[in-house]
């Protein structure tokens, strides 16, 4: 049974910076991609950036030019660097994982809150 655990949440003020963590319990190179999600408070959980096992990247529009997804493989981790954050960027960040075809499965981790404020 795969397991996520996030990291990396905490208070920051705005034009901040934070790294979230997501560590996988089995080897990341089993997944077809890997993403971060977001849920603010009383709101749906949203995309937020995906990558690919073959390095591919995409993002909301709401955090392009200021967040990055990256992996490490070695540790079995992937990344959210956060530059440059915003009130509006305050919510749960979940690591999404989806295992390659034909056994597609999606794995979730618990959740690390951010909060932006002054």
């Known amino acids: 049974q795969v397991q996520l655990v996030e990291s990396g949440g905490g208070l920051v003020q705005p034009g901040g910076s934070l790294r979230l963590s997501c560590a996988v319990s089995?080897?990341?190179?089993?997944?077809?991609?890997m993403s971060w999600y977001r849920q603010p408070p009383g709101k749906q959980r949203d995309f937020v950036a995906t990558?690919?096992?073959?390095?591919?990247?995409n993002y909301a529009d709401s955090v392009k030019g200021r967040f990055t997804i990256s992996t490490e493989n070695a540790k079995n981790t992937i990344y959210l660097q956060m530059n440059n954050l915003k009130p509006e960027d305050t919510a749960v960040y979940y690591c999404?994982?989806?295992?390659?075809?034909?056994?597609?499965?999606?794995?979730w981790g618990q959740g690390t809150q951010v909060t932006v404020s002054s």
């Open positions: 999404k994982c989806v295992t390659k075809p034909p056994n597609i499965r999606d794995y």
């Open positions: 089995g080897s990341i190179s089993q997944f077809y991609y």
């Open positions: 990558v690919t096992g073959g390095g591919s990247r």
